[in-house]
């Protein structure tokens, strides 16, 4: 009925729409086809009328289609309530056009109809059922998911080779060793080695390009004036990555992982989170779209959905029920992040009798089932952002928000990953901002003052820790926090990571804090392998990073530090049958050191313990980074601190 040549027959007459078929047919010749439904509609019947006196006429084969807007017929209602929603109608309001009137389907038969209720809606035309197998002949199958394709970096012409992998990776290796001479003076056999093999699996991975691509993004921010985070995630585990000016934390001397940031057992797309000054994070966009071009790089779009209350409140409204008895049925649901309205139903026993004695209940929350989860409305994407090697075009559909004039996709983050494009996030965090003001308004009486060069064992900063004068320090002053300070007492940088990694959900429930809090006033720590002891020392003994599991399994259990990694997802997915499996991989391995069974699985039960809760430390030295910073601005510029924030 919307198609081009149905709504010329509607709306100007046979001949426009005659007109109109001719383009078609000269354009697409045996690839022109007429479709024909049958939705028990007035107007849609004298369309089906008109397009098979053309298919006569002119020889075009038909097809017989159905449109289909929910699986099943009783769905309908759910489905027009959808509807409602949408254009903030009731249901009440009747179908048409013009003031009164909301748009909508007419009847019920837009389901998902089987093959033989099709057969016998167009029995009188079997070949308008016959000609479908001929489309389906026609129709090149391919897959949309595909290898990642970066944008095109282009390295000096000295560098230069047909292999696009091989000049990528030989202008990466050049630009990281004149890093490192720069951040550690000279170049020991050890740092080589963490280089090279950074770089081999780089090369092997298929990845240089994203490396050179980050670099030339975070380094051109710099140079604009935009600040830029140390390090978020795993990717502060990179010595190339420090080298190269994308990180400012040095993975070496904080016993990082690359292993954690880019497995090479598990080749999987690296991901740079950066954190850019909140007011001028848009220099850093407008630079990435006038280095590769408006039509390469777009915004991503996201997808806001009905969930369990949201849902409720809709249904009850576009029902025309009663504001306080449609709140009082939502606030039953429990407040839980991503709660399902079956969840609540079996949690919450007075939902439940509702549900069950009253009939307005059963209606909305039956109605409400149906429809919980779909889309609800869409957004930005907070940070993500992508850059296409050719026209975003080329690779899906975009989508226009009415009130900005910019590209975003109309796919969301998971499925641009999924079609080989890579996305970018560029993220604005208030910290930075603050810290640069700060430092502009410190460097007009102090003009050498550069916060990266402050000592990290300063007193004065711990003194301000331990009496809990923390509101504006980063990451450290909600209340929880800053009771947690007071008890830890911290004296040294590793005690403001742990703290960082332990503040969190999981740890919290399980006491994690206080056995680190009492370990660290004297409690006796007792490692049940001498080997866990240096590994676990700067956590009081406790399995706390990610890492650290990492770690046990390659010293104890004799696994590479890729291997290490995959058990550490591994556990922390708690998937059995792998579980057993690497249970008595690591016996195994702990055997040929000569560690006694009994304590192998005992120690492999802790792990197992500890990997859910386990943090990632890259990420958490990164941030403890800022939390010091802005301690140490507070603490000796506490008048420009507080201007800047």
């Not at 370990?519 to 590994?535: M, Q």
């Not at 399995?543 to 591994?570: F, K, W």
């Amino acid at each position: 009925m919307f198609g081009v040549i149905p709504k010329l027959i509607l709306n100007q007459g046979i001949e426009a729409a005659e007109e109109e078929l001719k383009w078609w047919l000269d354009t697409f010749g045996e690839d022109f086809y007429l479709e024909l439904n049958r939705h028990d509609i007035d107007e849609e019947n004298h369309v089906n009328e008109v397009l098979l006196e053309f298919s006569k006429k002119y020889n075009i084969k038909i097809i017989a289609a159905n449109d289909v807007f929910y699986i099943e017929k009783e769905d309908s209602t759910a489905h027009d309530i959808l509807l409602c929603i949408k254009q903030g109608e009731f249901k009440s309001t009747p179908i048409g056009r013009g003031r009164g009137k909301r748009r909508g389907l007419k009847n019920d038969e837009y389901y998902f109809k089987s093959q033989n209720e099709m057969k016998n809606l167009f029995s009188d035309i079997p070949e308008a059922i016959n000609n479908i197998s001929e489309i389906i002949d026609k129709i090149e199958v391919y897959d949309l998911e595909r290898k990642v394709v970066l944008p095109k970096y282009k390295v000096p012409s000295e560098f230069k080779d047909e292999e696009i992998t091989n000049s990528q990776t030989e202008y990466l290796k050049k630009i990281t060793y004149d890093g490192a001479k720069k951040k550690y003076k000279s170049i020991n056999k050890n740092l080589k080695e963490r280089i090279d093999f950074e770089i081999d699996t780089i090369k092997n991975t298929g990845y240089p390009g994203y490396f050179l691509i980050v670099q030339e993004i975070t380094n051109k921010a710099k140079e604009l004036g935009v600040s830029v985070g140390p390090g978020r995630g795993s990717a502060a585990g990179s010595v190339v990555a420090y080298c190269i000016g994308i990180t400012d934390v040095d993975p070496i001397k904080y016993n990082l992982l690359f292993e954690r940031f880019l497995n090479p057992e598990r080749i999987s797309m690296p991901d740079f989170d950066i954190d850019f000054c909140m007011n001028k994070r848009q220099k850093v966009i407008d630079h990435i779209i006038s280095t590769y071009g408006q039509d390469k790089v777009s915004q991503i779009i996201t997808y806001s959905t009905l969930s369990a209350r949201q849902v409720i409140r809709d249904v009850g409204r576009v029902l025309d029920y009663s504001y306080g008895f449609v709140d009082y049925i939502a606030k039953m649901i429990p407040f839980s992040l991503g709660i399902k309205i079956d969840e609540a139903l079996k949690i919450n026993k007075e939902l439940l009798r509702e549900y069950k004695t009253k009939d307005d209940v059963k209606t909305i929350i039956d109605l409400a089932k149906k429809i919980e989860g779909l889309p609800r409305g869409v957004g930005t994407h907070a940070a993500g952002i992508v850059i296409s090697p050719s026209d975003i075009t080329d690779f899906m559909p975009i989508y226009s928000l009415e009130d900005k004039n910019e590209l975003i996709t109309q796919f969301d983050k998971d499925d641009i990953e999924s079609i080989g494009l890579v996305k970018f996030d560029i993220l604005g965090l208030t910290t930075l901002t603050i810290m640069d003001e700060a430092t502009k308004l410190i460097s007009k009486a102090n003009k050498n003052f550069n916060i990266d060069n402050i000592p990290l064992d300063d007193k004065k900063v711990f003194e301000l820790l331990k009496n809990k004068m923390t509101t504006g320090i980063f990451q450290l002053e909600s209340l929880g926090m800053k009771k947690y300070m007071a008890q830890l007492q911290p004296d040294r940088f590793d005690d403001i990571v742990a703290l960082v990694a332990l503040y969190r959900p999981g740890p919290l429930g399980t006491n994690m804090v206080d056995d680190f809090i009492a370990n660290k006033h004297g409690a006796e720590i007792r490692y049940e392998h001498p080997l866990l002891e240096n590994i676990l020392s700067e956590t009081n003994g406790l399995i706390l990073y990610q890492e650290q599991v990492m770690e046990i399994a390659r010293s104890l259990g004799n696994y590479t530090l890729g291997d290490a990694d995959l058990l550490r997802r591994a556990m922390g997915k708690k998937k059995q049958e792998e579980m057993e499996n690497e249970r008595s991989r690591f016996i195994s391995g702990c055997r040929e050191n000569n560690i006694n069974e009994s304590v192998s699985k005992s120690i492999f039960d802790k792990m197992e313990k500890f990997a859910g809760y386990g943090f990632n430390k890259s990420h958490s030295v990164a941030y403890a980074m800022l939390s010091y910073q802005t301690a140490y601005l507070k603490a000796y510029f506490p008048t420009e601190f507080f201007a800047a924030a």
